[in-house]
Structures are given as C-alpha cells and as structure tokens.
C-alpha cells in the first residue's frame, strides 16, 4: 500500500510539473512572440461611424450625392483662396498643372484629369462635391482626406472656383 500511495504521488506530481511547465512555456512564447507597439507605427481603422474630436464624418465615394449636398463652410476670401493655391501648387499640379488644365506632368502617363477651368464643369458640380472628391477620391485621383485637414480641403475648393474665371 506504501508503493501505491509514493507511485500515485510521483504520478499527480510529475502530471502537475508538465502542466506547470506548459503554461510557463506558452506564457514565455508567447510574451516574446507579441508584436511590440510604438505609437504612430501602426494605424489601426476606425470602426465605421467613428468621428475623431475635432474631426468630421467622411462621407464615402459611393455616397457623393450626399457629400454633394455638404455647404462650404469657408467663406471665399483671399486668405482661403491664397491658402488653396499653396495646397493646389503641392498635390494637386502633379496632374492638374498649375493652371488646372489637366496638362500636369503626370497627366501625360495616365488618363488625363478634367479641365478645371471649364465653366460648364465648375457649374455642374457643388463645393461639396469638390470637397468630397478630394477628400476620398475618384476613380483615378488619389484620397487627400489624410494629407489635407477639413478646412484646408475647403481651401482648395474656393481656390479652384477661381480657377474657370480665369
């Protein structure tokens, strides 16, 4: 009866040493095996809906109807329109040029963008439209919804309603 309980013992002990040593080595792999994070590293997506302090909600290209509807919030002055054009001349002349022809030096290597100095176009599409479309994107032009803040967005918007008066 001794021998059974000291081999019982060993059996729960050494049962229990495994377990012990499963989860210390699982604990370890996995504490060195864990991605380590730096702020402004990574960028994690916002749950849909989600409006950031200080921000606004993006309407999506497949909504620009909507997005059409938004009202320019900044008022076309010569502050705005100067700012515009500073932001115009740095991501927008690569394809529009810098008289907003269309005649950019990338225009030449792609589908060539819209005159924005055509009247009938200005016409036909809103401030919101504009903003949606540089905020998010078409089918050939790249998203700035990132590059460029709400208002400066809006700057250029006013800056290329001057564009078809020239």
């Known amino acids: 009866m001794r021998y059974v309980f000291g081999l019982t013992l060993l059996v729960v002990l050494g049962a229990g040493s495994v377990l012990g040593a499963a989860v210390v080595?699982?604990?370890?792999?996995?504490?060195?095996e864990t991605p380590r994070i730096v702020a402004g590293e990574r960028v994690f997506t916002?749950?849909?809906?989600?409006?950031?302090?200080?921000?606004?909600?993006?309407?999506?290209?497949?909504?620009?109807?909507?997005?059409?509807?938004l009202p320019n919030p900044v008022r076309p002055n010569p502050e705005s329109i100067a700012a515009g054009q500073q932001d115009f001349a740095a991501f927008c002349t690569p394809c529009h040029g810098l008289g907003g022809k269309g005649d950019g030096p990338v225009a030449a290597k792609f589908i060539p963008p819209p005159d924005l100095t055509n009247a009938g176009l200005q016409k036909a599409r809103t401030d919101g439209y504009?903003?949606?479309?540089?905020?998010?994107?078409?089918?050939?032009?790249?998203?700035?919804?990132?590059?460029l803040s709400p208002r400066e967005r809006w700057d250029v918007v006013n800056y290329v309603r001057t564009l078809a008066a020239k």
């Open 130 to 147: 504009w903003y949606s479309y540089i905020g998010v994107g078409g089918a050939v032009m790249p998203a700035y919804g990132e590059a």
């Open 25 to 32: 080595t699982r604990w370890r792999h996995d504490m060195t």
């Open 46 to 69: 916002m749950p849909p809906g989600v409006v950031p302090r200080g921000g606004e909600l993006t309407i999506p290209k497949e909504s620009r109807d909507v997005a059409a509807r």
